[in-house]
């Protein structure tokens, strides 16, 4: 009996000692997560004899910063206020005059391939993102999956004792993981995020979006007055003041990057009237008259000229009227819809204010992840979804819903030439990564505890992936060589910290390469190569790769880019053009992928599809939310829905199963007992075909048929509608979308969230009353005719 008790026993000084000598020790933190102190086994038998040794706990250093990323969806460089804009921006504002504007700061021309870089600290590529999700492909640097090698930065921080959350748009996780079967190693929430309230893809309608909170879908509330900006700030100033009520001691790390301003431009009302009538002297004034005030405050040097505009952009004075009224107004619902959501991130940054936090917290004011979106081509949009789908809208098509635009009836964006002005005074826009255009976005960053210049600017050379290092110097923290077992790539951005004290430091940041489907440039020690090789608005590249024409720019002289040098100095290009190639290989950049629409199809670009080859697929009660890539591809192809249901006594009203909503999508439903098929496309045309006797009460099985006309894509059909093998419905479907329904109106089972596919039913009163037992989607092979 006492030599078992003994293995039980343990020395208790030792144990003591042991556990404060790691105490006192700094511990090892390259290595994450810090590894817990082993201990010396205890000899005591007696608990109440025995030191036990203090709790292993995971601190940060004393008096780091809490650390704010605030990053700006596809706003460029001329809109804000704080770097010259047209849009007040109050918040900028007040944080630029107390702390510093960086005026040459980089993102990489795309959404996706921007936020993977700044919360890694490494190369677009290297996070296997050189593109957005969406349209990934099989080759390393292209696959939409970050390596377990590129450990984000809140993982970094969460391993060495921050708290860590994540607001608003995500788009970094894999287009076939975003699904209840995951998997999700990439989701925000297994990224180093203990917080994430947001949506996972590229954008979402802000009166109605289809939000995750961790790895749960959430329902909106009830709300007519409902915005996604306004319930994204409530839920960060929730968040942080738990943190520092409960463990005020611990700093906290906020991501919070709005769906705004990405399309759909959603705004009340209220705040596209504050701007009536400002942007009637069109584009061309506004970038003449923002040039100035950039010239004015600072942002960019006296002497700079504007850059040439594109062909394509038409003058302002050679519209027609109907050309102006619309544009016009498009650009008062995206300066409203600026101006908004500024405003509600003041409310965030004066409730950490209110908390005594300010002081010491590093604030990252991103003014956009890329250059102002031109994806609106020449007129603009009623429906974003249009541009998707290859369907040109006129003047006069978007015109007859002026009204509407901006509020939860529209999906709308604006015409290019407003990106054009957005990104003065430079000449291209988003997308366009071989300009500044497509990449110089307007940057703030407050700290008043350490950085002591108020309104300074700062015009060291910087990018994305510079945010982490500096988040990492600013705390103290090493740059950790191994995460989670995983030996780390090391970070490939520099730190900043040593431009805080200094507006005349040399830049650091010597050499950085761009490259977005084909529009590719080299940035080196202040000269600047680079090729347009597909503007945004066009369907095709200008040359092969191969033959793509070089510009070639002195920025140390030129910073608008308005001087080509290409001409005069061909050893220089060459010189630039060679080294881009040495990045690119470098950076997993090759081979380029210049496809476009080509991409968005999983089989041809190379990427996996979580219904694979499947032909068939069942489902049952409760599965909504599901996106498009986690759902079988009904596009372009004949099929059958076949839903065995009970129908209760008094009828059965509601939804079977829906796909995509308001903007683009189709619903198999009951209306007043009777089996409805409706088809909505583009929210442009809508089909309906419906039975005209109710379904008897009891079991049976509606059976639609869709059969393709084949030919290609696009094309329209015969609808059928079966009761049970009976024939009780049949029209023309003439029109069907080919590309996508929507970013985020999914597809549901028993219900219709998000928007209504048809205005037959609401959401709220969407619910089948009745039992779905089963429901089986079969497709045929695509663009044959069944």
């Known amino acids: 009996m006492r030599r078992a008790l003994c293995l039980w026993t343990i020395v208790p000084l030792a144990a003591a000692a042991a556990a404060g000598a790691y105490a006192a020790g700094a511990p090892d933190r390259t290595v994450l997560p810090i590894p817990e102190p082993t201990y010396p086994q205890v000899t005591e038998l007696d608990a109440r004899k025995a030191t036990p040794p203090p709790p292993f706990q995971v601190k940060a250093p004393d ?185 005020p001691d611990r700093p906290f790390f906020m991501y919070f990057a709005p769906g705004a301003t990405h399309a759909p431009h959603h705004v009340p009302k209220e705040w596209i009237a504050k701007y009536k009538g400002k942007f009637d002297e069109g584009w061309d004034a506004m970038r003449e008259q923002v040039l100035a005030r950039q010239i004015k405050l600072g942002v960019v040097p006296p002497g700079t000229k504007l850059a040439g505009k594109p062909e394509a952009i038409k003058d302002w004075s050679a519209l027609s009227a109907d050309e102006k009224k619309l544009f016009a107004r498009q650009m008062e619902i995206f300066a409203g819809f600026g101006e908004y959501t500024v405003t509600e991130i003041g409310r965030l940054i004066d409730a950490i204010h209110g908390l005594g936090q300010l002081d010491n917290t590093l604030v990252f004011y991103i003014v956009g992840d890329n250059g102002t979106s031109a994806e609106g081509g020449m007129n603009g949009m009623f429906n974003e979804m249009t541009y998707f789908n290859g369907v040109q809208e006129t003047v006069a098509d978007i015109l007859k819903h002026y009204d509407e635009l901006g509020g939860p009836m529209s999906f709308p964006h604006m015409a290019a030439g407003w990106a054009v002005a957005g990104d003065t005074p430079f000449m291209w826009t988003k997308q366009v990564a071989s300009s500044f255009g497509g990449t110089r976005n307007g940057m703030v960053v407050s700290w008043p505890k350490r950085v002591k210049a108020k309104g300074e600017v700062r015009p060291q050379f910087h990018h994305v992936i510079d945010v982490a290092p500096t988040v990492l110097e600013a705390a103290g923290l090493p740059e950790p060589k191994s995460v989670n077992g995983t030996p780390q790539t090391p970070i490939e951005g520099v730190s900043m910290v040593y431009s805080f004290d200094d507006a005349k430091a040399p830049g650091r940041h010597k050499t950085q390469y761009f490259e977005i489907a084909g529009n590719r440039a080299i940035y080196s020690d202040g000269w600047f190569a680079g090729t347009i090789h597909k503007a945004p608005w066009e369907t095709k590249p200008r040359a092969a790769l191969l033959d793509d024409t070089w510009e070639l720019y002195d920025t140390k002289n030129d910073f608008s880019l308005a001087n080509d040098l290409a001409a005069k100095n061909p050893g220089k290009l060459k010189e630039l053009q060679d080294l881009f190639m040495s990045e690119a290989r470098k950076y997993h950049v090759l081979p380029i992928d210049d496809r476009t629409v080509e991409r968005l199809n999983a089989s041809i670009a190379g990427r996996p599809d979580l219904m694979g080859d499947r032909t068939s697929l069942t489902l049952y009660a409760g599965m909504t939310g599901m996106s498009e890539n986690a759902f079988i591809n009904v596009k372009n192809r004949s099929l059958a829905i076949t839903a065995e249901v009970q129908v209760p006594s008094g009828g059965a009203s509601g939804v079977i199963l829906a796909q995509g909503g308001r903007f683009g999508g189709w619903s198999l439903y009951m209306k007043d007992g009777k089996p409805v098929y409706a088809y909505n496309f583009l929210g442009l045309q809508r089909f309906s075909i419906a039975a005209t006797q109710a379904v008897p009460a009891g079991k049976a099985t509606i059976r639609f048929e869709f059969a393709y006309d084949g030919g290609g894509l696009a094309k329209g059909g015969l609808g059928t509608i079966y009761v049970d093998a009976t024939k009780v419905a049949e029209g023309r479907i003439e029109r069907t979308q080919p590309i996508v329904f929507s970013a985020d109106d999914a597809a549901d089972v028993g219900i219709d969230e998000g928007t209504p596919v048809t205005e037959d039913y609401t959401p709220a009163g969407s619910a089948f009353t009745g039992k779905i037992l089963k429901v089986k989607v079969d497709v045929k092979p695509m663009g044959v005719a069944r």
């Open 63 to 247: 008096g780091v910063p809490n650390v704010l990323i605030v990053l700006i969806d596809d706003m460029g460089f001329g809109m804000s206020s704080a770097f010259g804009g047209p849009i007040h921006m109050p918040t900028v504002d007040r944080l630029a005059s107390a702390g510093l504007r960086y005026n040459q700061f980089h993102t990489t021309a795309l959404c996706s391939p921007t936020r993977t870089a700044l919360l890694s600290g490494r190369n677009h590529h290297t996070n296997n993102m050189g593109g957005i999700t969406e349209t990934a492909t099989a080759f390393p640097g292209n696959t939409g999956q970050r390596p377990a090698s590129v450990a984000p930065l809140a993982e970094m921080l969460r391993l060495n004792g921050y708290s860590t959350s994540f607001f608003g748009k995500n788009h970094e996780t894999a287009a076939w993981e975003v699904s209840p079967s995951g998997p999700t190693t990439r989701w925000p929430n297994r990224s180093g995020f203990d917080e994430f309230y947001g949506f996972m893809g590229g954008e979402t309608n802000q009166w109605a979006p289809l939000l995750y909170h961790g790895l749960n879908i959430v329902e909106i509330p009830k709300d007519p007055n409902y915005h996604f900006m306004t319930d994204m700030t409530n839920k960060a100033i929730g968040w942080v003041q738990y943190q520092k009520s409960l463990t």
